[in-house]
C-alpha cells in the first residue's frame, strides 16, 4: 500500500490553474505535517508549502504566498495544492510528504514519507 498518492498534475498554459491532491492512507505515514515540495529538471527540490495536519495552519516559501494555497480534508486523508497564475517556471514534479515534525521544519530531511510525485507543465 503506497502511502502517499499524488494526483492532477498535466500540462496547462501560462497564467492557468492546477489543483493538486495528496492522499494519505496507512497509519505509517508521518502526518503532524504535510508539505508539497517540487524538483524541477537538474535542480534540487525545493519546498513549496506546508500545512498542520491538526490545526490547519500553513507555511509557505515566501514567493509562493500570494499564488499557491495548501489545504486539507481530514474527513478524506486528502491534501491539496491549489497553484494559480501559473509560470512556465512552476514546471516540475511535485511531490506530497509527511513529517512527524512541526510546521515551520520545511528542508527535504525533515520529511520521512514520500509519494511519487506528479509532473506539471507549464506552457509559455
Known amino acids: 500500500q503506497v502511502p502517499l498518492v499524488e494526483s492532477g498534475g498535466g500540462l496547462v498554459q501560462a497564467g492557468g490553474s492546477l489543483t493538486l491532491s495528496c492522499v494519505a492512507s496507512?497509519?505509517?505515514?508521518?502526518?503532524?505535517?504535510m508539505g508539497w515540495f517540487r524538483q524541477a529538471p537538474g535542480k534540487e527540490r525545493e519546498f513549496v508549502a506546508s500545512?498542520?495536519?491538526?490545526?490547519?495552519?500553513?507555511s509557505y516559501v515566501d514567493s509562493n504566498l500570494s499564488r499557491f494555497t495548501i489545504s486539507r480534508d481530514v474527513a478524506k486523508n486528502t491534501v491539496y495544492l491549489q497553484m494559480n497564475s501559473l509560470k512556465p517556471e512552476d514546471t516540475a514534479v511535485y511531490y506530497c510528504?509527511?513529517?512527524?515534525?512541526?510546521?515551520?521544519?520545511?528542508?527535504?530531511?525533515?520529511?520521512?514519507?514520500w509519494g511519487q510525485g506528479t509532473q506539471v507543465t507549464v506552457s509559455s
Open positions: 496507512g497509519r505509517t505515514v508521518s502526518r503532524n505535517t
Open positions: 500545512i498542520s495536519w491538526n490545526t490547519g495552519r500553513t
Open positions: 510528504a509527511g513529517s512527524s515534525l512541526g510546521l515551520y521544519f520545511n528542508r527535504r530531511e525533515h520529511y520521512d514519507t
